[in-house]
């Protein structure tokens, strides 16, 4: 594989891979030393049509511990407000050298233009684009999954290191709130699923998307029956992405009062999991609309380390891309 654009375009065996080399890349990160060699010379750089606060330093992060040079790219103060394409854009980046390009947009389908119009011959790395997917951090959803799930037994593992080879077969998730808006959603449905993962997505009907009978996952409207039948291994809630409804002239309904009140996790709905559950987000949260203050900070939330195992799935990537061995994926 060139690119890495979709989830989708992952299989099992693929997924295992990165995230065993991202547990690599990770133990490496807890040594003295954390800057390895390997992409010595070559130049990464991080287009953002889009804000982003995790995904851009983590790639930043990510490149550099590598010893990649990076070129970081915003719209903003760019010669977009000019006018120029994403065509051109990329052309001038094409022609500053760049190895890879990390992209993140607000329109569905851009990385995938990005990589297959024709404009540039480096890797393209999907950073979100629009409602549509965000494989890497899919796979940094996975990758905290794998750690404190383990299918031998039933009372979760501690969140050490994940053994080689080790899948989520039989994990239970529930992902909650704004999947109409999420490439969070999308892109943890397709890849817990090639995991082995039962992956259920709990919403009001309004924020769910129509057209969903093909995606590989249950769906429930009610969040209390969901955590009392199903015993999740995992809760992870979306963010109720506010500026996407404006944008497209929509409200917000339900209310938020509404929407906190039936699909919010607070700690009443945390006790109510499985005590070996954990909480994740992806962020950025809106703390007191879909997670209390509490239930982000209680000890089973594994929010922040899902950020730092951003780092660690974004070096594998960037690695099984670039490095002078091959293309690996
Ligand atoms: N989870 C995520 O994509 O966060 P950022 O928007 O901060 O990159």
């Given at each position: 594989m060139k690119h890495l654009l979709s989830a989708k375009d992952l299989s099992h065996d693929e997924v295992v891979m990165v995230l065993d080399t991202?547990?690599?890349?990770?133990?490496?990160?807890?040594?003295?030393?954390?800057?390895?060699?390997?992409?010595?010379?070559?130049?990464?750089?991080?287009?953002?049509?889009?804000?982003?606060?995790?995904?851009?330093?983590?790639?930043?992060?990510?490149?550099?511990?590598?010893?990649?040079?990076?070129?970081?790219?915003?719209?903003?103060?760019?010669?977009?407000?000019?006018?120029?394409?994403?065509?051109?854009?990329?052309?001038?980046?094409?022609?500053?050298?760049?190895?890879?390009?990390?992209?993140?947009?607000?329109?569905?389908?851009?990385?995938?233009?990005?990589?297959?119009?024709?404009?540039?011959?480096?890797?393209?790395?999907?950073?979100?684009?629009?409602?549509?997917?965000?494989?890497?951090?899919?796979?940094?959803?996975?990758?905290?999954?794998?750690?404190?799930?383990?299918?031998?037994?039933?009372?979760?593992?501690?969140?050490?290191?994940?053994?080689?080879?080790?899948?989520?077969?039989?994990?239970?998730?529930?992902?909650?709130?704004?999947?109409?808006?999420?490439?969070?959603?999308?892109?943890?449905?397709?890849?817990?699923?090639?995991?082995?993962?039962?992956?259920?997505?709990?919403?009001?009907?309004?924020?769910?998307?129509?057209?969903?009978?093909?995606?590989?996952?249950a769906v429930s409207y009610d969040l209390d029956a969901s955590i009392a039948e199903l015993r999740p291994d995992a809760v992870m809630m979306l963010r109720v992405q506010r500026e996407r409804m404006s944008a497209a002239g929509g409200g917000f309904f339900p209310s938020p009062a509404e929407y906190a009140r039936a699909y919010g996790l607070d700690l009443a709905r945390r006790r109510a999991m499985p005590d070996h559950a954990i909480v994740m987000h992806p962020g950025p949260m809106n703390r007191g609309l879909e997670i209390t203050a509490e239930a982000a900070d209680d000890p089973r939330s594994r929010i922040i380390e899902q950020v730092g195992n951003g780092v660690s799935v974004r070096m594998a990537a960037l690695y099984l891309l670039l490095a002078d061995e091959g293309n690996q994926l």
């Open positions: 991202a547990e690599a890349m990770a133990a490496t990160q807890r040594q003295a030393v954390k800057k390895l060699p390997t992409l010595r010379g070559k130049t990464v750089v991080n287009l953002f049509f889009e804000d982003s606060t995790r995904t851009r330093l983590s790639f930043e992060a990510a490149a550099k511990r590598l010893s990649a040079d990076v070129i970081n790219f915003s719209a903003k103060g760019s010669s977009l407000s000019k006018g120029e394409s994403l065509k051109d854009t990329a052309q001038t980046l094409q022609a500053m050298g760049a190895d890879a390009v990390v992209v993140r947009h607000s329109a569905s389908g851009a990385a995938h233009l990005l990589a297959h119009a024709g404009w540039i011959d480096a890797p393209v790395l999907n950073a979100g684009d629009g409602t549509h997917q965000h494989p890497t951090q899919s796979l940094l959803d996975a990758m905290t999954l794998r750690r404190w799930y383990d299918p031998t037994s039933p009372g979760g593992a501690d969140g050490s290191p994940a053994p080689r080879g080790r899948d989520l077969a039989g994990a239970r998730v529930i992902i909650v709130g704004d999947v109409l808006h999420s490439r969070v959603a999308r892109s943890n449905v397709d890849m817990l699923a090639a995991l082995g993962a039962e992956v259920t997505l709990v919403a009001p009907p309004t924020l769910l998307p129509v057209g969903m009978e093909n995606w590989p996952c």
